[in-house]
DNA sequence: AATCTACCTGCACGATGGTCCAGGTTCACA
DNA sequence: TGTGAACCTGGACCATCGTGCAGGTAGATT
């Protein structure tokens, strides 16, 4: 009845996962440049044209990909956010210098790990991003991440919080073109100014 | 003797930073995906074999067209913080309120100006520069016109500075997902938080 | 005039790309 | 067990790509 039909459907969306997944693979390491039917299918360990059969077009798989791709980076963001509020939150409570990182240390370090070891991760988000504003068609992908975390906000912080997240994009795509990715402390002036309350 | 000699290089020349333009027109026009040793000749109005011929290879032809779109963004960037600079200075002097555009006023416009008709423009320079992020050989190229504006300003300044040119980024990456490209008035706010002081 | 050299181009080759489709397989259901 | 629909794949078609090269041209040199 219901599980057999489920089970059928279950593998046909685990297939699916698995061409996305190599999909943003391939993206890390060559760039969506590297992106053909035939890069991704051998990436995935799958006939090449299983890749037409469950995304009709290039650009759907691109799409699909990309909205997948926002969802991981919406709840990471979410997280970060969610972390350096807490640590905000503290340290005014207990006024002054005290132990433990700050908000600025928490942000740098994430800053570092995304220009360090997950660079071509970034690279990928910044392509598929860039990608969307050439393709009106991913426009909503891109952007419902940016929505997502622009909800979360008190609206008397809206213009500080969109600043904030304008500042962490360049500094991340200024980081980028480092031959050697900054460390956390190289990042932290930055980060500090970029926290400091007008 | 030499005027000749000086003739035949210039022609030379010339059809170089023909080649070159052509290759922007069509990065603004379609992306770096676009770029073909065939389209770009069709831009150009020269045959195919002419891109092979002064450009050893596609890449080749990349980065000279990123170290001459650097050349225009540095000098374009310069006199934005340049008039920027006189305003505030102005203002400050003249303490509180009075006519005229304030720096603020200024950088938004500019942006909208980025977002709006010059759109093409700010996505190709994005994607160069996102292109040097993968590719080695183009990032002097990229990091160029950051150096220029960096080493322009008062030591004193430097994280203040970065942290500005950090936002402008975010706010245009951003900007370049929105469908309607948004007005120099709803970039206002954000700008004047970026540019407000510590 | 003869020659040389740098400059330029038409053309074709091999590789790779997206896309399509006829046919095979699996599985729920009658 | 038969049947139909959903699922999947090997293989081929045609377009386009990067690149190399034989040959042509125009100005410089002797």
């Known amino acids: 009845?219901?599980?057999?039909?489920?089970?059928?459907?279950?593998?046909?969306?685990?297939?699916?996962?698995?061409?996305?997944?190599?999909?943003?693979?391939?993206?890390?390491?060559?760039?969506?440049?590297?992106?053909?039917?035939?890069?991704?299918?051998?990436?995935?360990?799958?006939?090449?044209?299983?890749?037409?059969?469950?995304?009709?077009?290039?650009?759907?798989?691109?799409?699909?990909?990309?909205?997948?791709?926002?969802?991981?980076?919406?709840?990471?963001?979410?997280?970060?956010?969610?972390?350096?509020?807490?640590?905000?939150?503290?340290?005014?409570?207990?006024?002054?210098?005290?132990?433990?990182?700050?908000?600025a240390d928490e942000v740098s370090a994430l800053l570092a790990e995304a220009l360090g070891p997950r660079r071509g991760r970034t690279m990928a988000e910044y392509e598929l991003y860039l990608l969307a504003s050439r393709r009106p068609a991913l426009r909503p992908a891109a952007r419902r991440w940016l929505d997502v975390l622009t909800s979360m906000v008190r609206h008397d912080d809206e213009v500080a919080f969109r600043v904030f997240l304008a500042g962490i994009d360049g500094l991340l795509i200024q980081g980028l073109i480092d031959d050697e990715p900054p460390s956390a402390a190289e990042l932290l002036p930055a980060v500090e100014y970029l926290l400091k309350p007008r």
Do not use: F, N
């Open 1 to 103: 009845m219901r599980s057999q039909a489920d089970g059928r459907k279950v593998r046909g969306e685990r297939r699916r996962t698995e061409i996305i997944e190599a999909t943003l693979r391939v993206i890390e390491r060559d760039g969506v440049a590297g992106v053909t039917h035939r890069t991704v299918a051998r990436e995935a360990g799958v006939p090449t044209s299983s890749i037409t059969y469950h995304y009709a077009t290039l650009d759907d798989l691109l799409i699909a990909t990309l909205i997948s791709c926002a969802r991981d980076m919406a709840t990471e963001v979410y997280w970060m956010i969610d972390r350096a509020r807490s640590r905000e939150g503290l340290r005014r409570s207990s006024d002054s210098t005290m132990g433990g990182p700050s908000a």
